[in-house]
């Protein structure tokens, strides 16, 4: 009997991204509908996505950092990733800057009398350091605070390297990784609903932000999306093929069904658990990957930066600011650190976006402009952070392999 021949998880997710946008044009004067019946289908796949992600970040981490057994190579990757890291960000808000001063032209110009921008408390660049250290075993996981989740696992997986070879390591070191089997299966088992989750996140976005909002701000949506592209196909392509040994088609390509995900959900995070399958499918060794994605969904937000720096441009240009040079070096500084404090979820660009403002004193109240276009910034910005990630993992991937093959052929000697 011939076999039914399945359809892969790519081309599912990118049905449903097709389906998910006729629909939501068909639901335009209907967006009460979508909201109120076909979200929440969205909401509890994200829950499901949120509740394996910390579980799925702490044993991955702990796993990849017991497999190296050596403190020093966990150091040197991890020092490799966070220069990766910080470099492209301030690549990618220069980008942003550079491409909303040359479009400033475009921009409209919108009244500023009467806004009002409730902006979170500010935190500052020192309690962000504080932050990332937890004071409590399991405050990390309840409140899904990733950068704690990465310390606690990073320190209890160099509590395991330092009980040293033996039977109480080995028994660890095996529970370990039959733990982190179990919630990879898990896993698999929601990743199988992601067709349907794309379809409920996207088809209430699309009807209740058809193209009737993104009018006035067209311009600027527009320039933020150039950049993103220009960013991601300039820097990652000349990143994975020089220091990946990769083709950026064979890159982007292995990427798809994290990028359609990436830009369905606006979460980082939610897509942590499909970018890890993408890599290790392109070759990207577990070992880096389970420790440099968790850490980029995290702290790695170059679409986030590039969406600051046009938006503050967009903002100053609307109250008749004219920024000067030394006040964008301060933004690409302020807006590569507010990067680390992004938590990964959809909308949270936006609350950074007020730090970024606030360092040149341009009025918070501005962000008023783009809060109600801000999701169809999220799914661009979402896609380039996730692929940032991605590029930074077959890099360190590819320079681990090359080490360890130079070892070898010493050792060999
Ligand atoms: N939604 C973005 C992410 O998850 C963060 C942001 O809002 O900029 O990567």
Redesign the pocket.
Known sequence: MKEKKKLSLAAQIFIALVLAVIAGLLMQKNANFAETYIKPFGTIFLNLLKFIVVPIVLFSIMCGIISMKDIKKVGSIGAKTVVYYMCTTAFAITFGLIGANMFKGAFPKIATTDLSYKADQTISLMDTIVNIFPSNFVSPMVEANMLQVIVTALILGFGIILLGEGERNTRLVTACNDLNDVFMKCMEMILKLSPIGVFCLLSPVIASNGPAIIGSLAMVLLTAYVCYIIHAVVVYSFAVKTMGGMSPLKFFKGMLPAIMFAFSS????GTLPINMECVENMGASKEVSSFVLPLGATIN?D??AI?QGVCAIFIASCYGIHLTLPQMLTMILTATLASIG?A???????VMLAMVLASVGLPVDGIALVAGVDRIF?MG??VV?ITGDASCCIIVSNMERKKDAKREIANGL
């Open positions: 606006s979460s980082s995070v937000m679409g986030t969406y992004t990964g979820v959809p909308g949270a660009g936006m999220d910005r979402t952070n």
